[in-house]
Every structure is written in structure tokens, then in C-alpha cells.
């Protein structure tokens, strides 16, 4: 596996994804049992941006500024979106913190005070859910790439209520589930790498459908020609699925690389596509990057 999130940390289809982890974290907190959240391809936890520059040989066009820089500075963002961009603050100045304090190593540390156009430091999703988490909450975290896994022991490895695993989160489901909450979140968030990746994902939600029916699953994917979302979702539809929700942005139809993403989201909180709609259609017009921009939130399989 030779993908590196970090060149892509904080981009859009970040920015998508996060924000809307956000407000099914949110949602299924209104009820004060606690949850599991079970994420499978967990990454490193968080992201220094200043790293996005570099590539393993050449300098890179980062891609923050089209993601997270685009909202940084905004004054007019939906509730959840505030909420998701509040917390990713949070991160970026606790992590400056643990820099000025030599805690942390920085490519590029900003010692100035100065108001910065972006944040420095982003949280990937395993440090949202951790900032998220009440204390009845609980983090299980898979990632397989040694390097990667690695660094996000360092980083949450001595969290309470938070277990990493050195493992194929692929497994995580039949694993981890069901749990003693009773309740889960399960974020599917491969990098869609392999030919195979389609196949892995209906066996993950396959394993978790049959031990924790009433779970929440979310699956990430991105709108590309390798993804063959079309073939996904198609053989997601033999599960007999309960409610399942597409949440979808698309910030260039015509792109040759990435058109955009979404998130397949099985038994969503009640009402959810209501809660993020505004949200759904604020992101597609602040992060469209041509003509033809927009969002969309069918049911795959309706809400009864």
C-alpha cells in the first residue's frame, strides 16, 4: 500500500467527509447512552499541512487550500459546518501548543501569533472523533500500514478509551462488533487503491449488518473512474440494506482525476438528510471548482 494521506489531508473531499462525520457523531448524541465509534482505515490520527508541499521527490501543489482553506476564514458557515471547523481549530492550536513546547516536531512551526490564512496542523478523523467523545464514548482504531499506525499510537495511543490496532480494518467489523454500548458508528474509509476495494468494503458491511443490525455505517467514497462507484453501490443494493442515505458532492463534473465524493450512510440518525441539507448546498457552492457544482442527498434505500 503506498497511499500517504498527508499529501491529501484537509483537501475537499476531507473537508466533505469530516464535516459530515461531524454531524452524525452529533446525532447520535442526542441519546445519552454511549457509543463505539470504529474507524477502519484510521490514517495517523493528525496531519502537520506544512508536509502537503512535499512529495517523496518533488515539491507538490498542496491541496488544503481548496478544502479546509476555503472555509477557514468564514464568517457565514451553516451551524454544522461552524461546529466541524471549531474543532478542527481546536486541534490545529493544541497541536501549536505541543510544537512551542517541543512536545511535537513541525515541519514549519509559526511562532509569530500571526492570524494564518490556514490552519497549520489538521485533525484526521480519528482526532475529530476523539475531540467528539463524551465520557461514556469509546475509539477503536484500525490501520494497517506500520509507519501510519505507528504514528497515531504516538499520537492517541494512550488516550482513554481509545484501543489502535496493526491491523486490516477490513476485519474490524466482525471484530469489534457488536459492542458493549450497544450502539456504534463504523467508519469505512479506504483509500480505494486496489481493484478489489469494492469487494472488501460489501464484505466489511456485510460482517457488521449481521452482527450489529442497528449500527451506523459510514463508507467514504470518491468519484473516480477507478472507485467504479456505480458497480459499489450496485452490489452495496444485494445486502438488503436497512435506510441508507447518499450524501454526495461533486466540485467539477468534467475533472479527468477526482469529480468529488460522498458518504454512504446506513441507518443515519432520523432526520439527518434534513440536519445537513443547508450544510450540503453551502459546501457546493464554497468548494465548487467549476460549473456544475452541487451536492445531493438521494435515499438509496428510503427512511420509512
Same mark, same amino acid.
Given at each position: 500500500m503506498n497511499y500517504r494521506h498527508h499529501f491529501h489531508a484537509g483537501n475537499f473531499a476531507d473537508v466533505v467527509k469530516h464535516a459530515l462525520v461531524v454531524a452524525l457523531v452529533r446525532g447520535m448524541q442526542r441519546k445519552p447512552r454511549g457509543c463505539l465509534f470504529l474507524d477502519t482505515h484510521a490514517g495517523r490520527g493528525g496531519y502537520d499541512l506544512t508536509e502537503a508541499v512535499t512529495g517523496d521527490t518533488l515539491p507538490r501543489q498542496p491541496e488544503y487550500p481548496d478544502g479546509i482553506g476555503r472555509l477557514w476564514g468564514r464568517s457565514d458557515l451553516p451551524p454544522p459546518l461552524a461546529d466541524y471547523v471549531a474543532l478542527v481549530r481546536t486541534f490545529d492550536q493544541a497541536?501549536?501548543?505541543m510544537v512551542r513546547k517541543g512536545l511535537l516536531d513541525s515541519v514549519a512551526a509559526d511562532r509569530s501569533g500571526t492570524v494564518r490564512p490556514f490552519p497549520?496542523?489538521?485533525?484526521?478523523?480519528?482526532? /475529530?472523533?476523539?475531540?467528539?467523545?463524551?465520557?461514556?464514548?469509546? /475509539?477503536?482504531l484500525y490501520e494497517r500500514h506500520p509507519e501510519e499506525c505507528e504514528a497515531l499510537r504516538i499520537s492517541l495511543g494512550r488516550e482513554d478509551r481509545v484501543s489502535v490496532h496493526a491491523r486490516d480494518g477490513y476485519g474490524a467489523p466482525a471484530a469489534a462488533l457488536p459492542p458493549p454500548e450497544k450502539r456504534a458508528l463504523v467508519l469505512i474509509d479506504p483509500p480505494f487503491e486496489d481493484a478489489g476495494e469494492g469487494a472488501r468494503i460489501v464484505g466489511a458491511l456485510r460482517d457488521g449488518l449481521r452482527r450489529s443490525p442497528a449500527a451506523t455505517y459510514a463508507i467514504w467514497y470518491p468519484l473516480t473512474v477507478r472507485a467504479q462507484v456505480g458497480a459499489l453501490l450496485a452490489s452495496l443494493g444485494e445486502l438488503a440494506l436497512p435506510p441508507t442515505l447518499q450524501a454526495e458532492t461533486v466540485v467539477d463534473p468534467d475533472s479527468p482525476r477526482i469529480r468529488g465524493c460522498g458518504l454512504l450512510i446506513v441507518n443515519p440518525p432520523w432526520h439527518f438528510d434534513r440536519d445537513v441539507a443547508p450544510m450540503m448546498s453551502y459546501l457546493a457552492a464554497v468548494l465548487g471548482q467549476a460549473p456544475g457544482a452541487r451536492s445531493q442527498l438521494p435515499w438509496l434505500v428510503p427512511e420509512v
Open positions: 497541536s501549536e501548543r497549520h496542523f489538521y485533525p484526521g478523523s480519528p482526532w /475529530l472523533l476523539r475531540l467528539l467523545a463524551r465520557p461514556q464514548d469509546r /475509539l477503536v
